[in-house]
């Protein structure tokens, strides 16, 4: 069982940045492939952004160049730093982790483990 909790979230204003945190439980952090999605009220929840076991790194094209997401494996920490934010970014922003090797890493479902959510409102 691992456990992810999110924190970082809050209300901005357009252009701002963020940075979001997510803590994991386990031994074996190191071992996760990682990721972030989010939710808007009234849509599906969405990828943003991936971190594999080796660094490499995903994101979807709404948010290249403005989010950059990373580890700290000594921390069990993954992060998503966010600038230029837009009000379309406005989501619950959620965490997510798996053990598996591979698959379809902008899908849901391809994680096991996921955090309760954090809220990023953007404003206009």
């Known amino acids: 069982q691992v456990i992810l909790v999110e924190s970082g979230g809050g209300l901005v204003q357009a252009g701002d940045s963020l940075r979001l945190s997510c803590a994991a439980s386990?031994?074996?952090?190191?071992?996760?492939?990682m990721g972030w999605f989010r939710q808007a009220p009234g849509k599906e929840r969405e990828f943003v952004s991936t971190i594999h076991w080796s660094a490499s790194t995903r994101y979807t094209d709404a948010v290249k160049g403005r989010f950059t997401i990373s580890r700290n494996n000594a921390k069990n920490t993954v992060y998503l730093q966010m600038n230029s934010l837009k009000p379309e970014d406005t989501a619950v922003y959620y965490c997510a982790a798996t053990h598996k090797a591979y698959g379809n890493h902008a899908a849901p479902d391809y994680y096991d483990y996921w955090g309760q959510g954090t809220q990023v409102t953007v404003s206009s």
């Open positions: 386990g031994r074996t952090f190191s071992s996760y492939v």
